[in-house]
């Protein structure tokens, strides 16, 4: 990844690869998750802590196997143990279901059919089709490395076999493994590092197995894309344009309006109403509700916010932290900072920026203003041109305008300051007093025409 930053800690659909992994394990209902961490180890398990998380630090990365023999002493004997891979986020519950409800006794490994198996294990059977073994690519025979059936590297099974599931030719092996703890943990002592890579790889345990005499049981996986994993930016990033189009036909099938599939990134939770609109190269971050009938136009940026029914958010328009009501009008080209808080039928126009504002019901700022720090009622207006003054460059103050205050374009309204229900500002005032409730409040120096003004000329050089 050429980065500081731990791989599986890079951002996929706004979350860490690793927390798509976890989401999935949890999904499962386990009774204890285990994560092996070696590179990064502090900020990896600093990013999946939880109660029912435990973290194993591999000091050593001397392959597969030797990571899972890290948490195994701590997994129950009489459990079933699933491998998986905390670079490979789009295992689907479904799919793993599937492979746990094939592992008794023995151990089950998920593979999967790709059309180009460079780089996976392959998994080798024998002509009645079982499961033989896992061959690494590297340790593989010419013949093998043809198989397009590969290990996909999860395995389940009792815990002394979780390590023998990864190879079979014809088929790669996804790394996926299932077997009980018990038999995981005889398997694992059995495997040893005599390959090209001089490491102990986790499939081998499965051909352990084997030999054994125990069937192994592969699960193939139907979505070849699930098994995809991330050792660059570029497969990062095919994973990306994946996961946001099953994201985009979700919401289609779920009855939202979107534009472009391609022309649009999730990256947190959505919730959407009925009716909803998104148009296209829309991004929506964190935790985002869009209630019923709400329509966002091209290009905006939406971070954790709830917007109610019926609002419509025009083009360019960026929203952070911010809660909109219902029947608002936003934008174009508005910014809605944190703390901004609007009630319905609010309409915010075109380059008006909002922080740490409320507005009451029926208000509006069309254009061109900036409201920061200020509490308005319901029904007042704020003309072009306005801002108000809120920080004196070390401290910030408030700015309060009642109900149905009207401020002229070009106003300045110097913090703390109150404007009272029904206060006037006559256009081009700076207003550094309060204006009581009803009055008209003009803040600008007195005109002068002078006659016989003479226009400044240039002097030659």
Not at 303 to 313: E, H, L, S, Y
Not at 394 to 404: E, R, Y
């Amino acid at each position: 990844m050429r980065s500081a930053i731990p791989k599986v800690l890079h951002k996929l659909a706004g979350k860490p690869l690793l927390e798509h992994v976890v989401a999935t394990a949890r999904n499962l209902s386990p009774t204890k998750i285990h994560v092996v961490v070696g590179h990064g180890s502090e900020q990896v398990s600093a990013a999946v802590s939880g109660d029912d998380v435990t973290c194993h630090k591999q000091q050593n990365q001397l392959g597969t196997g030797h990571a899972v023999a890290q948490a195994l002493p701590q997994c129950d004997p009489a459990s079933t143990v699933l491998i998986l891979f905390g670079d490979v986020p789009l295992m689907s519950a479904k799919t793993l279901r599937n492979l746990l409800a094939s592992t008794t006794d023995a151990p089950s490994v998920l593979a999967a059919h790709i059309p180009d198996p460079t780089g996976y294990g392959r998994v080798i059977r024998d002509a009645h089709q079982q499961f033989v073994e896992i061959v690494e690519e590297k340790d593989a025979s010419e013949e093998q490395r043809a198989v397009q059936e590969v290990n996909t590297g999860v395995i389940a099974a009792p815990a002394s076999l979780l390590t023998t599931l990864l190879s079979v030719v014809q088929e790669v092996n996804t790394g996926v493994i299932a077997a009980p703890a018990s038999l995981l943990t005889t398997l694992l002592s059995r495997v040893n590092n005599q390959n090209a890579q001089a490491e102990y790889y986790l499939p081998d345990v499965l051909g352990i197995a084997r030999e054994d005499g125990m069937t192994v049981n592969v699960v193939v996986s139907k979505d070849p894309a699930e098994i995809l994993g991330v050792n660059n930016r570029l497969q990062l990033e095919e994973l990306e344009r994946i996961l946001q189009q099953r994201l985009a036909e979700k919401l289609l099938l779920d009855g939202v309006a979107v534009s472009d599939r391609r022309r649009l990134d999730i990256r947190g939770e959505l919730t959407c109403g009925e009716g909803v609109s998104i148009d296209i190269n829309v991004l929506l971050e964190g935790d985002v509700t869009l209630g019923d009938n709400v329509t966002i136009g091209a290009n905006c940026v939406i971070r954790d916010a709830a917007i109610g029914a019926n609002t419509v958010i025009q083009p360019f328009s960026h929203i952070e932290r911010a809660v909109i009501g219902t029947d608002c009008f936003i934008g174009p080209y508005a910014r809605l900072r944190p703390g901004t808080d609007l009630g319905s039928a609010v309409r915010i126009g075109n380059f008006v920026e909002t922080k740490n504002s409320t507005l009451g019901a029926g208000s509006k700022a069309n254009h061109l203003a900036y409201i920061g720090d200020t509490t308005v009622g319901e029904g007042s207006n704020i003309g072009a041109g306005t801002i108000t003054c809120n920080y004196d460059g070390a401290n910030k103050f408030p700015t309060h305008l009642g109900d149905g205050v009207f401020i002229g374009s070009n106003s300045t309204l110097v913090a703390p300051v109150t404007i009272a229900d029904g206060g006037f500002v006559a256009a081009g005032s700076v207003i550094t007093k309060d204006v009581l409730a009803d009055d008209l409040a003009v803040g600008r120096a007195k005109q002068r025409n002078i006659s016989g003004w003479q226009k400044p000329t240039k002097e030659e050089q």
